[in-house]
């Protein structure tokens, strides 16, 4: 069994004794041939007229801690779900949203949380068209998307000597978590910013584009950027090798780091919920050039095998 190591155990702070590290993938695999479906594996799936779905969710106690910001859920509700359609080469258009909420939950409250999935609906210019709401133990909300792509791109097309592209810094919503753990009273102005990210972290709709028109292959960082390596490296059947002077770092991330003693390059690789996209291009293109594709398996960081379980963050 692998342990999650402490500052990364999302905010819920434990998951059931029976998590392993590969359950999440054997249980998709299982359903995948169960419902006998060729599309199901991937950030989204592909379908006639280039429309593009995904769906994701938030879950109290797992993806947000209960005391938190209600506008930011909503937020972050949206963010994570059309960060799956970005990252393919697809626009967001259409979301359908589900709500489930507990016995006597405060309406004030859940209105809140559609106030920030409405500031998120017009920062991407994507509208809910519809959706549910049933009752539950825990406060959750799922979000369908639906989306257009000219051309999509998968976890599976990258190809020796490609070179490997992350589109900005990592390691911020981490560094944002571990902060708002702290409880302090007061946060300076870096602090601050690093729990914004965390908070409300924001797609970059450009980066469809960029992916429709130059990548082979593409994911977007939502567990951690260890996991997405591996994702790419097993999905295309090659080696990938990262270079930790590449990968890029925020200022904010970096003073943290310095203030409060940990490694930029441990956190870099541990944080979810960054919705950077992380693509592989033969071109040249201007955005941070973290590694290169080889041929062989298993991702490497400068030149030592990096193992997939680094840090994992657990589903299960
Ligand atoms: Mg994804």
Redesign the pocket.
Known sequence: MVERPAENRGVGGSSPPWATLNLEFSLIADIKKLLNSQLIGD?AVFLENGIVLSCDSVVEEVHFLKGAPKRAIGFKLISASI??IV?KGGKPKYCLIALHFPRGYPLKEILEIYEGIKEACEHYSVEVVGGNTTRSGLLSLDCFVFGKAKRFVRRSGAKVGDYLYLSASVGNSLAGLYLLKEGKRIYKSFEKKLISWHLKPKVDLRLSRVVSKFATSS??V?DSLVSELWHLAKESGVRLDVYSKAIPLSPELLKFCKVYGKNPIDFALKSGEEYRVLFTSPYELPYPKIGRVREGEGVFLDGKPLEEDYGYFKHF
């Open positions: 950030d960060s799956d990252c994911i977007d939502s």
